[in-house]
């Protein structure tokens, strides 16, 4: 079963009963429980358009030797034909959802597909870890399975390393090393679609210190593994949000979770690094997760920018403000961030570089530059969004007030220019629900922090940048030549 349908991923689910914590209780069936029903109804949508006729093509791929079609995020790209079909699956997946679905299951399948492209990294460990690796791979890509990952220690002491807490346990490490595998014990923050996902995978971010080494783990198990527990944030939605009223929220929310590991067995099959501060730190850099997953952000980012853009053209329009000069030059703005981020996209498809290994792979530069600046783009369109609303956005009454009594109230005095009450009312109703409405600040907290903490991100970006063409440029202009 290489290509899954959304009743595939759903039974898959209720076969894997987990152990969740929301609200004060415990849920081992999500698929069945009203919090969580509709986040897996929204990524098994997603498997079933990767079965569906018109995006077969795009979203599967075969490779020729008679095997198993499996999904094209799955796929390593040798070509510059097989980056187009990557980013034309990834498309198909990021417009169905608005680019609301932040961790889609193209951004971890991403992970693993770049990892066993450059399994040999994992070797410096030890002869068995790239073979565990590209068994992970082969396993994710045959059952296409749904990862999720959780990758930062929890925010206890931020001025202190993992292992100059008083609980050594604080953070995730290794408690002892057995004949079967690793038993880890301790916590990460956080996992989005933890409790709803199928496997979790735990890496290391750079940043890791001399004497931190119990704490430098990579594996990938399933969520349902005995004495891994997900404790959940607040869920926005009960289950029971009406879609009139919050038209994303009551369809998109991803639910967050804290990862606790109660002394949990990590099979050695599953264990791909551990124990080697170098190599936790160089993790991300030479395994190509940056250029793999940038172009899969990227993707789903430019989707999420084109809808909030839509919807401030659209409430504009909806009241004709978007006749005044200023506010033209707002929605220019926020237009004008559309093709920069298209391009970066392109240009990293283009100047995409060999691995070394026969494999090609996107760019970093084009793509490290949107995962520095699409947020502040971001940031500003939902600003705009506000400040363009105004009053609009919070004088919203409900579906149900709409079919009340005060029902002619509300057609007569909630019109816009043009547009009727009920049609301005869900265009301001969007626009809330992309930036206003919890689950519009968690999209907007989203796009600052997914990708890792900017201000490190930023100055990773002056870091790895080959700055001497700069610099012998300046010095060409300082010699007058
Ligand atoms: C909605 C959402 C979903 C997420 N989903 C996932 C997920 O699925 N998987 C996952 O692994 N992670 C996920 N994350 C977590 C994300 O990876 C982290 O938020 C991000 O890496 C930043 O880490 P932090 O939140 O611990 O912030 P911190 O690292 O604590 O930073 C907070 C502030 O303190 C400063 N600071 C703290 N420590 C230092 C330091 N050592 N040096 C310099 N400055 C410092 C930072 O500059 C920043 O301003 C998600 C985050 C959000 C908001």
């Not at 004060?24 to 990767?50: K, M």
Request: proline letters at 5%.
């Amino acid at each position: 079963m290489a290509v899954r349908s959304g009743q595939d991923y759903i039974d898959g689910l209720r076969r894997n009963p987990r152990e969740v914590w929301v609200a004060g209780g415990r849920v081992d069936q999500v698929a069945a429980d009203p919090v969580f029903a509709r986040p897996v109804r929204a990524i098994a949508s997603l498997y079933d358009l990767q079965c569906a006729s018109e995006h077969r093509d795009a979203m599967t791929h075969r490779d020729g030797d008679g095997s198993e079609p499996y999904g094209t995020s799955f796929l390593t790209p040798r070509s510059a034909a097989d980056l187009v079909k990557r980013r034309q699956a990834m498309t198909v997946w990021a417009e169905a959802t608005f680019g609301m679905l932040g961790r889609s299951p193209d951004f971890l399948n991403t992970v693993v597909m770049a990892w066993a492209e450059n399994a040999d990294f994992f070797g410096r460990r030890g002869a068995q870890f790239p073979d565990n690796v590209v068994s992970y791979y082969k396993y994710c890509r045959e059952h296409d399975l749904f990862a999720t990952h959780a990758i930062v220690n929890p925010q206890t002491d931020r001025s202190r390393g993992s292992h100059q807490h008083d609980d050594q346990f604080a953070h995730l490490g290794v408690v002892e090393e057995t004949k079967d595998g690793l038993i880890v014990r301790g916590a990460k923050m956080l996992a989005t679609h933890g409790p709803t996902a199928d496997e979790l995978l735990v890496y290391p971010q750079p940043g890791i210190r001399e004497g931190e080494e119990r704490y430098v783990l990579a594996f990938g198990i399933p969520c349902a593994t005995k004495g891994l527990r997900f404790i959940c944030r607040e869920p926005f939605d009960d289950g029971t949000q009406s879609v009139f009223d919050h038209p994303l929220g009551a369809r998109f929310e991803e639910p967050d979770a804290v990862c606790v590991f109660d002394d949990v067995l990590i099979p050695w099959d599953r264990v791909f690094l551990y124990g080697d501060v170098k190599m936790g730190n160089a993790l991300f850099a030479q395994a190509s997760i940056r250029n793999n997953t940038g172009h899969q952000t990227a993707i789903r980012g430019l989707a999420k920018c084109r809808l909030i853009t839509g919807i401030v053209v659209a409430l504009t329009r909806a009241v004709k403000s978007d006749v005044h000069l200023h506010v033209q030059q707002q929605l220019g703005e926020c237009l004008a961030y559309l093709p920069l981020i298209e391009g970066a996209i392109l240009l990293s498809e283009q100047n995409a570089e060999p691995t070394g290994r026969g494999a090609i792979r996107p760019a970093y530069a084009p793509l490290q530059s949107l995962r520095l600046l699409l947020p502040r783009w971001y940031e500003r369109m939902v600003q705009v969004t506000q400040v363009l609303a105004a009053g609009g956005l919070l004088i919203s009454p409900t579906e149900a007030d709409l079919r009340s009594a005060v029902g002619p109230d509300i057609a007569r005095y909630y019109r816009g220019a043009g547009v009727d009450a009920e049609q301005r009312i869900k265009i301001f109703k969007l626009a809330w629900d992309a930036t206003g409405t919890q689950f519009g600040q968690r999209m907007l907290q989203y796009e600052r922090y997914y990708a890792g903490d900017p201000v490190r991100v930023g100055a990773a970006y002056y870091a790895d940048f080959d700055v001497a063409p700069l610099v012998a440029m300046v010095q060409r202009a300082l010699a007058g030549k």
